[in-house]
Each structure stands twice: as C-alpha cells, then as structure tokens.
C-alpha cells in the first residue's frame, strides 16, 4: 500500500462520513462544520488528482467563504438564544430507498463502464501555468463573463438582502 | 493495489448520492443550499478526475475552476434570498413556504 | 412637339379634372377655399388644351395620334379566339375641338359657380362633382375604343345624377335625377347591346381595327340587315344622352340641377356626347341605320320645338330648345353631313352654355324666380346680361353674322340636297319648321323677360346686375358666336377653314349596297383601267360621290334665303305677339285650346310613359312581390321547419349519446386526477425524488 493510496482512503473515508454527518445530523450548526471537513476532503482529492491550485482554491473559497456564509446564515435564521438550532426532515423512508437504488445503479454503470484512460499517465506539473494560459487565451470570453457574473451577483445579493 | 478511475467515480457519486439525499429530505433552506455544496463538489471530482487520466489536466481544472465561481455566486444570492424569506415569514423551512408573497 | 409630347399633354389634361376631384373632395369638409384648387386645375386644364387645339391644328392638321397599352390579355381562348382589349386614346381634329370646347365650358362654368353657388353649405363638393364629369366627359372625347367609351359614358351619367340631385332635400331634384339615371340606363342597354354585337364579331373594341375589318368585307353574322342592327343599337345609347325621342324626358326634368350645371351638362357638353358617339361611328352606320337616325332627328327636333313655344319656366324652354337643336345634329348625320352636324355641335355648345349662364344670370337677379310671366323689363336692370342673350338668340335662330347662322344653314341645306337626292323631302321640310318655331319662342322668352312692363314689381326692384365672375363668361360666349371664329365668309361656311381644313368627313366602311347611293363614288371608265390598285382608297377619302357635291352647291342658296325668311318671320311674330301685342295671346290660346294644352303637357309624354311602361313595370312588380312572398317564401319557410324537425332530431342524440360521452369522460378524468393528486405535492423536493426514480428506471432501460 503506497502513501498515494493510503491518502486516497483516508481522504475518501473523510469525505464520505462527514458527508454523512452533514446530511443527517440534526443540529444544522453539526451539519456546517461536518461540511467544512469535507471540503478538506475534497481539497485532498483535488491535490492526489494534481490539482493543486484547485486545491487551493477549494479551500480558499469554499472553507473561507462559502462555509462562512453558509454559518452566517444558519444564525441570522435561527434564534440564537435557542440551545439546540435543530432541523426537521421528512420523507425519509421513500428517499432512501430511491436513492439507495440509484447510488446503486450508478456504481454498478460506473464499474461496468470500460473508460477509456490513457497509457500512461503523465506526472503532474504545477499546473498554474497552463491554467492561467487558458483562462487568457480559449476562455477569455467565459472568462470576462464570470467576471461579470460575480459583480451582478454580488450587487443583487446585497441588493436582495438589503430589502 | 492500485487507485484507479473509478474509485474516484465511486466516491464522487456516493458523494453526490448524500448530497442529493441532504436535498430531498432536509427542512431547513440552509441545509438545503449544503446538499447542493456537495453535489457540485461531487461533479468537481469528476472534472478532475476525468482530466487527469486523460492527461488534459488544465483544461478539467478551468472547468473546475468555473465551477467553484459559479457556486460562490449561487450560494451569495441563495442565502440573501434565504434571509429575505426569514425575514417575510419567520421561517426558512423550504415545506411551509409555499408562496410567492406575503 | 411630337407624338410623345401630344400623348402626354392628352393625358394630363385628361387626368387633372380626376386629380381636382379627389383633392377637392377628400380636403374639402376640412379647408373651405379647398374650392379655388379644383377652378385653378380646371385652369391649367383649359390652358393645355388651348395649347393641343393650336398645336394641332396649324401644324398637325391631318395627322393622327394614337396611343395605347393592352389592359386585359386573355390570350388565345378556345371557341373565340384572341382577345386583347386596350386602352387607348386617340387624337384627331374632332378629338381637339371637342377637347377645347369641354375645358372651355367646364373653366367657365366653374368661373361663374363661384358667384353663383356662394353661400351653398356643399359648396366644395359641387367643384368636386364637377371636377369628376370634366374628367368622365374628357375620357369619352380621347377615348379610341367602344369600351372606354362605354366606361366614361356612364361616368358622366354618374356624375350628371349627382349634379342634378345636387340639392336632393327638393323631392323633386333627387326624383329628376333618379329619372334621368334610369332613362339613360334604357338607352345605354341598346348601346351594351351594339358593343357586345361588334365584339364577339370582331374580338376588339378599337374602332380603326373594327373599321379595317368591316372594309374587309366582314359584317356581323355576315348580313347587312345586322350591321343595320349594330349601328342603331349604338344609337340607341346616343338617344338616351342626347335626350332624343322617344328618350328625351329626363332632359326638361334635369334642370333641377343649379343652372351653371344645366349650362355644362345638360346643354353644352354631355348631351353633346351623344352626337359625338355617333360621329365616331359614323363609319360603320349605314345607309338604313342612318336614315333611323335621320327619323329620329327629325322627331326629336320637332316636338321639343312645338312644347317650347308655350313653356313658361325659362329653363325650360331651353331644356326644349336643347333637344331640338341636338335633333338637329343627329339629323344632319342621318342625312350624311357629318361635317355640319359637328359644327352644330361646337357652335351650339357655345351659344347654348351662353343662353344657359344667361338664364342663370337672371335666376340670380330675380332671387330664384323662373317664371318668365313674373319677369319683364328687364334689359335695364341687366344690361349685359341682355346683350349676350340677344347675341345668342340671334345665334340660336339662325341669324347672318352669328355662327349659328352658318351650322344651322348647312344642316338646312344638306337636308335639303338629301331631299333632292333621295326623295326624302320631309328633312327639309321639318327642319325649315323648327327653324321658324326656334326663332319664335327664343324671341318670345327675350321680349317677356326683358323688355315690356315688369309684371312683378317687387321682384324687378330687387333685380340686380352680376357680379363680374359670372358676366364675364357671358360675354366670352357671345363673342365666341360670332362668325369669324370660323369662317371669313359670314354667308358660307363651306369655304370656312373649319369646315374645309379641320372637319374632315370619314369615308364609309361598309359595302357599297348598303350605302346611300350619293355616298358611293361613280367610277369613271379610265380610273378603274389606270388606278386598279389605287381605286379602294379612293373610295374611302371620297366620302360624298361628285352628284352630292353639286347638289349641296345648288342647295345652298335657296336653302339660306329659306332659312333666313322663316328666322325673320318667327321673330317677326314674337315681337307682333308680345312686343305690339297685335294678337292677344290669351284668345288666340282659348281659340285653340286642345293644341295649347298638348303643348303646355310637352304632349303627355310623361303621362303616357306613366301610363305604360311605369305601369307596367308595377304591374310585374307586384306580381314578382306576389311570387316571392308566396311561392319562394314558402319553399324558404318550408324549408326552414324541415332543417328545425332535424335539429329537434339531432339535439336529442346531442344530449343522450355526445354529452353522455363527454360526462363520462369528464368523470372519467375527475376520477384520474384525485388519484394523481396525490403525486403533486407542491414541493421540489418531492419531484426531485420522482426525477431520482425516472432516472433509474431509464438506466435499467438503457444499460
């Protein structure tokens, strides 16, 4: 068993059972720090998959802001002063069933899939360069658009909240 | 052992399967928004994962990268929407919103 | 100036009248000056055609232009032939004559409607209606077909019912031009007739090809008698918009109308296009249609003159007067002068439109008062007024020195060389009559209206002089009756540059056995040997045989000393009767009192058509109204019970079986759609779930 292996299952195991918590637990502000935990996961993922800037990203963006946000709002919509900030659910039963079902049906198409990979697979590189490359040279036109995106977010999020 | 192709898939879609299951039957709007985190954390995998044994790796990664903007952008404006419900109806549960208005 | 530049003019001179029309009658509820645009058009109209009468005339005298573009192709037809029907305009001496002297009457008319028709609240539509007949009137003088001239004739029919019901609050101006309109329809009926006759002979409207063919030896259904048939049935139209017997009824109902448009209409120009159509036929007519016409003439030149000798509305009488100078023209053509009865034509438009303005005049001055019993003494209150009618009385009676005296003398003379030639004498006879009962009551209505005592005082003192607008036009008139217009000879108009450069007769087209006998050329021994292949059209530039050229010069003299003594003697008993008071009218009326009152009846004529034809017309009337309520009502109303028992029948199997269908069905999905309900819950969520399991059940299908 190699470290590349090994960091392949832990990772896995981290995302998959605070990815439980996430969707199970009861107390919403659980459910937002078993998230954070798996988007470390999942950043560690990024990294074994070469991506190391995405990785970075991730974290960045994901744990720094998105999270953040995410906690924000759990305690602006809840009242503080309640001990537990607890949440309900419903249609448990036929849910899981359903979606047993079709985790299941995914992971057996998956297995059975034969995909097609390369021969042998390069070792990656920093892969900075080649990303910004691409962002300035295919995608440039996407690229101004996000750019415009995020503003016109930004502004009718603050807008939208402001009401 | 090695790791291939698919353990990423399978873990990316186990990861998708909670992330749906975290939609379908949580309440709360903010629980809600978290579902759709990790579903989009799952496709992220994908990218990834796809783009790195095809040896394309930048062009998984861009795509990944645009993927992770347009999730900051959705979920700034969900949760402003999310506040904006709170404040109308003193209540994010997503069952007992059924209306456009007040 | 070339053909090109003629056309154009023709044509704009043809369209600007309809231009003036529609401007005038779209703008003219908005702007009440709008009036001054349609006199200003009629002006420049005028203009161009003094312009094209010159033109024409001095360097263009025998030439002629024609112009035209295929309107309907229908190519070759089975069973007929080929058909194309053209528009066309065509323009000759005669068309440019006729031509000025429309745009001269209509820019007069229009001149004196100014002050004439002031105050009037339709004042603007008036121009507008005039506008419309200047243009339908133009289109019949260009026009080079039957079609177009069928076109345009009922044109000016439209517009002469318009302008005669003008004031239609008067029952009795909206019932003279309802009169008016259906008469004409009579004869017009007759001219479809003719039209459709040359039509399916000669697949063409156009008059020179039909001219061709008949030269060609082609007649209708190959016989004489038909080709008879189709030129009378042409006249027939004449007869209606001439006012000619047994059709001249709606005339003396027509001056209803305002007077500058009996002037217009009704005296110079329309029922002028009645002689103008036959003079465009004239060609085809032959010898026995032209001798119905002659018949015709005669008739319709003797009774109108013998109603108006004792008619005492002043329109009236010239309404008769009318209708017996227009028998006069159509008597000229049946004897063949076609020349002459063109000359009429033109001079009697004048002095007529003249005489018509002139009443006109007076009708102002008297504050609407035509009764010529209320007038008298009037030739100081009107001086100018007086002059000109006198000038045109003089003109209309066949005095020398007037150009009335020129016409009227050539008819009388070339009536009188057919009656030598022909043995017909009672042209003559009649037409030296009617000369003696023109100058008699034309006489009679200027001494009672202006000379003598005023017979109504009030009326006299409140007499007033026109303004210059509509005296103006009356003495243009009068001075266009004076005989140097056309001739330098004031005794002979035959060396006139009218008659012998600009009228030229057209030569017969029809077979030389149907012909008068002076209208075929005798062959002399050397022409037929020498000129074989010139001979055809010799015959066709000689219209009158050499026979007839000598009798007209023999017929000349005595026929103009004739028709002078019995001027003479018809004035001279006017002004024995009601200047000298000789004779008193009264008893010699009572002596005679039967004749009187047939002529003061203008001979019953109205009485008898009431009588016969509108009687008989009610008569089918009532029993078509009979038939329709009884026997087409019943098959309708029986019918309708019929459709009501089957509609009984089928709204049964509607509300049973079709409703009982839609029911169920609707209970049906009543039922379906409680049992899906369950699945819509409104929440995302749920559907997500339902999507979740679609997708699987899709993967198990396709994988």
Same mark, same amino acid.
């Not at chain 1, 503003?151 to 009401?163: M, N, P, T, W």
């Not at chain 2, 069952?95 to 456009?100: F, M, P, V």
């Not at chain 3, 479809?192 to 006759?197: K, T």
């Not at chain 3, 001056?255 to 209409?265: D, H, N, Q």
């Given at each position: 068993?190699?470290y590349?292996?090994?960091?392949?299952?832990?990772? /896995?195991?981290i995302? @998959?059972?605070?990815?439980? /918590?996430?969707?199970?637990?009861?107390?919403?502000?659980?459910?937002?720090?078993?998230?954070?935990?798996?988007?470390?996961?999942? /950043?560690g993922?990024?990294?074994?998959?070469?991506?190391?800037?995405?990785?970075?990203?991730?974290?960045?963006?994901?744990?720094?802001?998105?999270?953040?946000?995410?906690?924000?709002?759990?305690?602006l919509?809840?009242?503080?002063?309640?001990?537990?900030?607890?949440?309900?659910?419903?249609?448990?039963l036929?849910?899981s069933?359903?979606i047993?079902?079709?985790?299941?049906? @995914?992971?057996a198409?998956?297995?059975?899939?034969r995909?097609?990979?390369?021969?042998?697979?390069?070792?990656?590189?920093?892969? @900075?360069?080649?990303?910004?490359?691409?962002?300035?040279?295919?995608?440039?036109?996407?690229?101004?658009?996000?750019g415009?995106? @995020?503003?016109? /977010?930004?502004?009718?999020?603050?807008?939208?909240?402001?009401? | 052992?090695?790791?291939?192709?698919?353990?990423?898939?399978?873990?990316?879609?186990?990861?998708?399967?909670?992330?749906?299951?975290?939609?379908?039957?949580? %309440?709360?709007?903010?629980m *809600?928004l978290?579902?759709i985190?990790?579903?989009?954390?799952?496709?992220?995998?994908?990218?990834?994962?796809?783009?790195?044994?095809?040896?394309?790796?930048?062009?998984?990664? *861009?795509?990944?990268?645009?993927?992770?903007?347009?999730?900051?952008?959705?979920?700034?404006?969900?949760?402003?929407?999310?506040?904006?419900?709170y %404040?109308?109806?003193?209540?994010?549960?997503?069952?007992?919103?059924?209306?456009?208005?007040? | 100036?070339?053909?090109?530049?003629?056309?154009? !003019?023709?044509?704009?001179?043809?369209?600007l009248?309809?231009?003036?029309?529609?401007?005038?009658?779209?703008?003219? $509820?908005?702007?009440?000056?709008?009036?001054?645009?349609?006199?200003?058009?009629?002006?420049?109209?005028?203009?161009?055609?003094?312009?094209?009468?010159?033109?024409?005339l001095?360097?263009?005298?025998?030439?002629?232009?024609?112009?035209?573009?295929?309107?309907?192709?229908?190519?070759?037809?089975?069973?007929?032939?080929?058909?194309?029907?053209?528009?066309?305009?065509?323009?000759?001496?005669?068309?440019?004559?006729?031509?000025?002297?429309?745009c001269?009457?209509?820019?007069?008319?229009?001149?004196?409607?100014?002050?004439?028709?002031?105050?009037?609240?339709?004042?603007?539509?008036?121009?507008?209606?005039?506008?419309?007949?200047?243009?339908? +009137?133009l289109?019949?003088?260009?026009?080079?077909?039957?079609?177009?001239?069928?076109?345009?004739?009922?044109?000016?029919?439209?517009?002469?019912?318009?302008?005669?019901?003008?004031?239609?609050?008067?029952?009795?101006?909206?019932?003279?031009?309802?009169?008016?309109?259906?008469?004409?329809? =009579?004869?017009?009926i007759?001219?479809? !007739?003719?039209?459709?006759?040359?039509?399916t002979?000669?697949?063409?409207?156009?008059?020179?090809?039909?001219?061709?063919?008949? &030269? !060609?030896?082609?007649?209708?259904?190959?016989?004489?008698?038909? +080709?008879?048939?189709?030129?009378?049935?042409?006249?027939?139209?004449?007869?209606?918009?001439?006012?000619?017997?047994?059709?001249?009824?709606?005339?003396?109902?027509a001056?209803?109308?305002?007077?500058?448009?009996?002037?217009?209409?009704h005296?110079?120009?329309m029922?002028?296009?009645?002689?103008?159509?036959?003079?465009?036929?004239?060609?085809?007519?032959?010898?026995?249609?032209?001798?119905?016409? !002659?018949?015709?003439?005669?008739?319709?030149?003797?009774?109108?003159?013998?109603?108006?000798?004792?008619?005492n509305?002043?329109?009236k009488?010239l309404?008769?007067?009318?209708?017996s100078q227009?028998?006069?023209?159509? +008597?000229?053509?049946?004897?063949?002068?076609?020349?002459?009865?063109?000359?009429?034509?033109?001079?009697?438009?004048?002095?007529?439109?003249?005489?018509?303005?002139?009443?006109?005049s007076?009708?102002h001055?008297?504050?609407?008062?035509?009764?010529?019993?209320?007038?008298?003494g009037?030739?100081?209150?009107?001086?100018?007024?007086?002059?000109?009618?006198?000038?045109?009385?003089?003109?209309?009676?066949?005095?020398?020195?007037?150009?009335?005296?020129?016409? &009227?003398?050539?008819?009388?003379?070339?009536?009188?060389?057919?009656?030598g030639?022909?043995?017909?004498?009672?042209?003559?006879?009649t037409?030296?009559l009617?000369?003696? +009962?023109?100058a008699?009551?034309?006489?009679?209505?200027?001494?009672?209206?202006?000379?003598?005592?005023?017979?109504?005082?009030?009326k006299?003192d409140?007499?007033?002089?026109?303004?210059?607008?509509m005296?103006?036009?009356?003495?243009?008139?009068?001075?266009?009756?004076v005989?140097?217009?056309?001739?330098?000879?004031?005794?002979?108009?035959?060396?006139?540059?009218?008659?012998?450069?600009?009228?030229?007769?057209?030569?017969?087209? =029809?077979?030389?056995?149907?012909?008068?006998?002076?209208?075929?050329? &005798?062959?002399?021994?050397?022409?037929?040997?020498a000129?074989?292949?010139?001979?055809?059209?010799?015959?066709?530039?000689?219209?009158?045989?050499?026979?007839?050229?000598?009798?007209?010069?023999?017929?000349?003299?005595?026929?103009?000393?004739?028709?002078?003594?019995?001027?003479?003697?018809?004035i001279?008993t006017?002004?024995?009767?009601?200047? &000298?008071?000789?004779?008193?009218?009264?008893?010699?009326?009572?002596?005679?009192?039967?004749?009187?009152?047939?002529?003061?009846?203008?001979w019953?004529?109205?009485?008898?058509?009431a009588?016969?034809?509108?009687?008989?017309?009610?008569?089918?009337?009532?029993?078509?109204a009979?038939?329709?309520?009884?026997?087409?009502?019943g098959?309708?109303?029986?019918?309708?019970?019929?459709?009501?028992?089957l509609?009984?029948?089928?709204?049964?199997?509607? $509300?049973?079986?079709?409703?009982?269908?839609?029911?169920?069905?609707?209970?049906?999905?009543?039922?379906?759609?409680?049992?899906?309900?369950?699945?819509?819950?409104?929440?995302?969520q749920?559907?997500i779930?339902? =999507?979740?399991?679609?997708l699987?059940?899709?993967?198990?299908?396709?994988?």
């Open positions: 068993m190699t590349y292996t090994f960091a392949f299952y832990a990772f /896995a195991a995302i @998959l059972l605070s990815a439980y /918590a996430v969707v199970t637990s009861k107390n919403v502000i659980y459910s937002a720090f078993s998230l954070m935990l798996t988007f470390f996961g999942v /950043a993922f990024y990294a074994l998959l070469g991506a190391d800037f995405i990785a970075i990203v991730q974290l960045i963006v994901y744990v720094g802001g998105i999270l953040t946000l995410m906690l924000f709002g759990v305690m919509t809840n009242k503080i002063t309640e001990t537990e900030i607890k949440t309900g659910v419903f249609q448990v036929p849910a069933i359903i047993g079902m079709f985790s299941g049906v @995914l992971i198409s998956i297995s059975n899939n995909w097609t990979v390369a021969e042998k697979l390069n070792n990656p590189q920093n892969s @900075l360069v080649g990303i910004g490359s691409i962002l300035m040279n295919e995608y440039i036109l996407i690229f101004e658009l996000l415009v995106l @995020l503003l016109i /977010a930004l502004i009718g999020a603050a807008s939208i909240a402001r009401k | 052992m090695n790791i291939t192709l698919n353990h990423f898939l399978i873990v990316s879609s186990l990861l998708f399967s909670f992330g749906l299951y975290g939609i379908v039957t949580r %309440k709360n709007a903010v *809600v978290m579902g985190e990790l579903i989009l954390n799952a496709a992220n995998i994908n990218f990834l994962a796809f783009s790195r044994y095809s040896n394309s790796i930048d062009f998984g990664q *861009v795509a990944a990268l645009f993927v992770i903007i347009l999730a900051a952008a959705e979920s700034a404006i969900a949760l402003a929407i999310v506040l904006n419900i %404040k109308t109806f003193v209540n994010i549960n997503v069952d007992e919103i059924d209306k456009l208005r007040e | 100036m070339n053909d090109i530049s003629f056309i154009q !003019a023709a044509l704009a001179v043809l369209f009248p309809l231009f003036g029309f529609t401007v005038t009658l779209f703008f003219g $509820k908005r702007f009440s000056k709008m009036y001054l645009f349609e006199v200003a058009i009629i002006s420049i109209a005028l203009a161009i055609s003094i312009y094209l009468l010159f033109m024409k001095v360097y263009f005298t025998d030439a002629k232009f024609v112009a035209q573009i295929p309107w309907i192709n229908m190519g070759d037809m089975p069973g007929f032939g080929k058909m194309v029907i053209d528009l066309g305009i065509m323009i000759d001496n005669v068309t440019v004559i006729m031509l000025f002297v429309v001269l009457i209509s820019a007069l008319v229009h001149y004196f409607s100014i002050a004439y028709m002031k105050g009037d609240k339709r004042y603007n539509r008036y121009f507008a209606y005039l506008g419309i007949f200047t243009f339908s +009137m289109g019949i003088v260009f026009a080079h077909n039957m079609l177009m001239i069928y076109i345009f004739w009922e044109l000016v029919g439209l517009s002469s019912y318009l302008l005669i019901g003008f004031w239609y609050e008067k029952k009795s101006a909206s019932d003279a031009s309802k009169k008016a309109f259906l008469v004409n329809r =009579v004869g017009d007759g001219m479809l !007739a003719g039209i459709l006759l040359l039509f002979t000669y697949h063409t409207f156009t008059f020179d090809v039909i001219f061709e063919q008949i &030269k !060609a030896g082609q007649l209708p259904f190959n016989s004489g008698f038909w +080709m008879t048939v189709t030129g009378i049935l042409l006249f027939c139209g004449a007869i209606g918009k001439s006012a000619q017997f047994p059709l001249h009824v709606w005339l003396p109902d001056m209803e109308g305002p007077t500058p448009v009996s002037a217009l209409i005296a110079a120009t029922v002028a296009a009645g002689v103008y159509l036959t003079l465009r036929i004239f060609p085809l007519l032959t010898g026995d249609a032209l001798l119905f016409i !002659a018949i015709i003439g005669a008739l319709s030149a003797f009774i109108p003159a013998t109603i108006a000798l004792t008619q509305d002043i329109k009488v309404a008769y007067s009318t209708i227009l028998g006069y023209m159509t +008597m000229a053509i049946g004897v063949g002068a076609y020349s002459y009865a063109f000359f009429h034509l033109v001079t009697h438009a004048f002095f007529k439109a003249g005489l018509f303005l002139g009443s006109g007076v009708i001055a008297m504050h609407h008062e035509q009764d010529i019993q209320q007038m008298g009037l030739k100081n209150k009107l001086p100018i007024t007086y002059y000109t009618i006198l000038m045109y009385s003089l003109a209309i009676s066949g005095i020398p020195l007037t150009s009335g005296f020129l016409s &009227k003398d050539g008819i009388l003379a070339s009536a009188y060389a057919f009656g030639l022909t043995g017909h004498q009672i042209f003559a006879y037409g030296f009617v000369a003696l +009962m023109t008699f009551y034309m006489f009679r209505l200027v001494f009672l209206t202006f000379h003598g005592e005023p017979r109504n005082q009030h006299y409140h007499a007033h002089e026109s303004p210059a607008l005296t103006a036009p009356l003495i243009t008139l009068a001075i266009l009756s005989f140097a217009f056309y001739t330098a000879n004031p005794f002979d108009a035959g060396k006139g540059w009218v008659m012998s450069s600009w009228i030229k007769t057209p030569g017969s087209v =029809v077979p030389e056995v149907l012909r008068y006998p002076f209208m075929v050329e &005798k062959k002399t021994e050397s022409a037929e040997n000129h074989e292949a010139a001979i055809p059209e010799q015959q066709v530039n000689i219209v009158h045989s050499e026979e007839y050229t000598e009798a007209m010069h023999h017929a000349h003299l005595p026929a103009m000393l004739l028709s002078l003594l019995v001027a003479l003697a018809g001279g006017a002004y024995l009767f009601y200047m &000298k008071k000789v004779v008193d009218v009264d008893k010699l009326t009572s002596k005679i009192k039967p004749l009187y009152l047939f002529s003061l009846n203008k019953y004529f109205d009485e008898l058509y009588a016969t034809f509108v009687a008989f017309t009610m008569g089918v009337s009532k029993v078509l009979w038939f329709d309520s009884y026997i087409v009502d098959i309708v109303n029986g019918s309708a019970s019929i459709t009501k028992y509609s009984n029948a089928s709204n049964l199997f509607d $509300k049973y079986v079709v409703d009982g269908l839609v029911n169920f069905m609707a209970i049906f999905s009543g039922f379906l759609g409680i049992f899906v309900r369950k699945f819509q819950t409104g929440k995302v749920t559907y779930v339902m =999507v979740a399991f679609s699987i059940v899709l993967l198990f299908i396709f994988i």
